[in-house]
Each structure stands twice: as C-alpha cells, then as structure tokens.
C-alpha cells in the first residue's frame, strides 16, 4: 500500500535528524522557525537532482539521499560555512516504502554526521526530482567568495580529481576498472563535503569553490569573478592509482579535469601564508595540493609535464548547451 502525502512526511521525515537548539520548530508547520546566531551571516544554498539528469532511473536510492544533501553540504564548504539546517523539496513518481526508507536513511545519516537538521520540505508527485537547500552560518566578512583570488596566490585541490567521471565511465560500460571499483564508486554516489576544509581554511585562503563540473570550469568561474588567468600543471593534480592507470592506457585528461562530480575544494591562498598552512594541513583528514598559481590575465591554462599548453579538454557539464 502506498503512503499518502502526510503518513510519508510522518513517516520519513518528521525526526529532524540532528537535534539542534537553534531550530524553535521543527517540520510539521506552516514554516520552520530559526534561531540564528547573533552577529553570524546565514549563508544559503539549493541544489537539485533530476533523474535521467543527474542520476539514472535505476539509481540506489540510500546513495541518492547521501549524495542530494552533499552535494548542498559541498556548496557551505566552499564557502568555509558551517552546516545547520537543511530543507528538502521531494517530487516523486510513486511513494514506494522501500525507496523512501533507504532514501531517507541515505539522507538523516549524512545530515546526523554532520550535526544538520531537517527543518522541513515539500512532498509532491510528479517525476522524480530531489531539491534541497542547505542553511550554514558565517563569520561576518570572512566567507570564501569565488571573486578574491590575486595575482601570485597559489592554486590548492583537496582530495583526488577524475574518480567519479571514472567510475561513471565505468557504469556505462566504456572503461574497464581492474580494482577498486567499489571504492571508485563510492566516490561517484557518495561523495563526502570538505567541510572541515572550508572552516579551516576559511581564514587563510582568498577564493574558493567546490569542483561539481570538472576543475576547468569551475575554476574558471573563480578566474572570471576575481578578474584573473589560472595556470594548472597537469601532472600536479591528485589522482587516484585508478586514475593514473586510465591515463598510462591513453585516457583523456578531460576526464580528470573536465568531468564533474568530484565535490572537492579548489582554493586560491597567498604564497606568503605557507606556515600557517603547514600547520592546517596537518590536521586536515584529506590531502591538500598546490596544482598551479594564479596569474594575469583571464581564462584557466593547462601546462603538461613537457611545459607545452594543452588545449580541447572538454568544457566541463552545463545544463542548456
Ligand atoms: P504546506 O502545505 O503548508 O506547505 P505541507 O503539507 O507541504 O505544508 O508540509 C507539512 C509539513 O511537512 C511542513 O512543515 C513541511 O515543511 C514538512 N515537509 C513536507 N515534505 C517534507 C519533506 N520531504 N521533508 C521534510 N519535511 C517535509
Ligand atoms: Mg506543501
């Protein structure tokens, strides 16, 4: 028996996840009602998931709940946000008990790792489609903007670059990974936001985004609003030995550079701030890069290991080309 629309919310989404004082009330009003932090920025983020887009028809539907709230989680991090409250707007097709369990799992655990709260949402019909918008705070002046990249800041990635666009490959047939398949998958369905990153980093780094389209363009975006060129050494940038092995075989570094889905964190930080990010790095649960220094002019430039530019390496994921 399918539940109706109110049983499904009861059901599913009516534990907030995390408890957190800051939330007056809860799901189950009109609205929620928010205690923010005195003298804190709110800073806010929605993203969606459509099926047939962003993930196939078949897809797992507890990877699915994960990665709908990470993907938000991932946008808070690039801002050097912490986390609170979370909305999430449903469309689905059918409300199928077993989907909207591990749905729900894969959502309420993520949310409770990261101390967020579900504060409310929609539930309607209509083809499957998952939008959630994520609320963090931040210290007044001290967010990590896409716009405040200079001239001579060096160019860090956290993590490695390509695994999902590979294992994506892989799904689809046109690439053959000999192992740690899992693995790579985890990194396609399940990806984890820096966010201890961005908190960390937030007082040192100039500019920062989170690679959801592929290194080129979403660095690019950082060059376009700080008024600046990038320069990237190929050979500088993280990868798996999963990675590595595609590229020995002849795969193209558009997949590394280019293909999105990765959800780590590019950051612009000025060279002179090195002992400081010694002592960051050294506490962080993931590695941090330098792949390339920012410079005059416009556009991101790729160097290979010969020193030659390399162009025609994809233009990364948009919707409407
Ligand atoms: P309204 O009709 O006033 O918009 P709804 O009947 O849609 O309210 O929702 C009832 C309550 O359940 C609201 O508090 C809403 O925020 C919450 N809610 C609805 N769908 C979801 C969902 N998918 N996840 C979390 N909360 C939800
Ligand atoms: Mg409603």
């Known amino acids: 028996m399918p539940l109706a629309e109110f049983d499904l919310i009861r059901e599913f989404f009516s534990h907030s996840a995390a408890d957190r004082d800051d939330v007056v009330l809860g799901v189950g009003d009109d609205c929620a009602l928010l205690q923010p932090p005195v003298g804190m920025e709110l800073a806010v983020t929605s993203d969606t998931l459509v099926e047939g887009v962003h993930f196939a028809v078949d897809a797992d539907p507890e990877a699915l709940g994960h990665k709908s709230l990470a993907v938000n989680l991932s946008d808070l991090a690039a801002m050097g946000a912490e986390p609170a409250w979370v909305s999430l707007a449903l469309t689905l097709p059918s409300s199928n008990y077993d989907w909207l369990q591990a749905f729900s799992r894969g959502f309420i655990s993520l949310a409770k790792e990261h101390g967020v709260a579900l504060i409310g949402g929609d539930t309607t019909s209509g083809p499957l489609s998952i939008s959630v918008t994520a609320h963090g705070f931040v210290r007044p002046g001290t967010a990590l903007r896409r716009s405040g990249a200079n001239v001579g800041d060096q160019i860090y990635i956290t993590g ?162």
């Open 160 to 321: 490695t670059l390509g695994d999902a666009a590979l294992a994506l490959l892989a799904r689809q047939g046109s690439y053959t990974i000999e192992s740690g398949v899992a693995q790579l998958e985890q990194r396609l369905d399940r990806p984890q936001p820096r966010l201890a990153v961005g908190l960390a980093l937030g007082q040192i780094a100039t500019a920062a985004i989170d690679i959801s389209d592929g290194l080129l363009s979403d660095l690019g975006h950082i060059c376009a609003s700080s008024g600046v060129g990038a320069r990237v050494l190929l050979e500088r940038i993280p990868t798996s030995a999963q990675v590595r092995s595609y590229l020995q075989q002849g795969g193209e570094w558009g997949t590394v550079v280019a293909a999105g889905d990765d959800y780590e964190l590019c950051l612009t930080i000025p060279p002179g701030r090195g002992s400081l990010l010694r002592d960051i790095k050294a506490d962080l649960d993931c590695d941090l890069v330098q792949v390339g220094e920012v410079v005059s002019g416009s556009g991101v430039t790729c160097i290979d290991s010969e020193g030659r530019t390399v162009s025609d390496l994809g233009l990364g994921y948009q919707h409407f080309r």
